[in-house]
């Protein structure tokens, strides 16, 4: 686990975070913790159901961990961290990231070379302008997070609009 945790550190070194390598990460660490609670089991108490009980509160605290952590939004910050000290950033990616990265996005245009700059409004004004999709306006589909990037994007419409053409 300790090899494959530090082989996918380096990964994300040289290619910046995604999703997938993320929750690699974090599963690697709930593995770790599991494995713990396992040996404890074996070598200091031997009954069955205060082990499953523990592992049962580790996976908890794991999904709620991950739940508040705010995954994209952390993934946003993390290669926009990486851009800043190497210059190297995937545009794609971070554009097609969640509503819950838009406001960590929208923070960085300042920071962002005009090409690469140019490019990501591009991608925020086309995500814009599918807010008006038919999936968007039914009730079910509304979320804090599609609410505040609304807004977010709204806020920024006239700057977003002068790239539409790009």
Do not use: C
């Not at 070194?13 to 997938?20: C, K, N, S």
């Amino acid at each position: 686990m300790i090899s494959v945790f530090i082989r996918l550190s380096l990964y994300e070194d040289a290619y910046g975070f995604t999703t997938l390598r993320l929750y690699s990460h974090a599963f690697i660490i709930l593995l770790a913790v599991i494995f713990s609670l396992l040996f404890y089991k074996i070598y200091q108490d031997n009954r069955e159901s205060s082990f499953a009980f523990r592992v049962f509160i580790s996976i908890v605290l794991f999904l709620a961990i991950m739940n508040f952590m705010n995954p994209d939004a952390f993934i946003a910050r993390k290669n926009i961290e990486r851009f800043e000290a190497i210059g190297k950033i995937d545009i794609n990616y971070l554009g097609s990231l969640s509503d819950d990265a838009i406001p960590v996005v929208i923070e960085t245009l300042g920071i962002l070379d005009q090409d690469t700059r140019k490019d990501l409004v591009h991608m925020l004004y086309q995500r814009a302008q599918n807010r008006d999709a038919s999936y968007y306006s039914h009730w079910p589909s509304i979320n804090l997070s599609r609410i505040k990037a609304n807004n977010i994007l709204e806020s920024k419409k006239q700057e977003i609009e002068t790239y539409k053409y790009y």
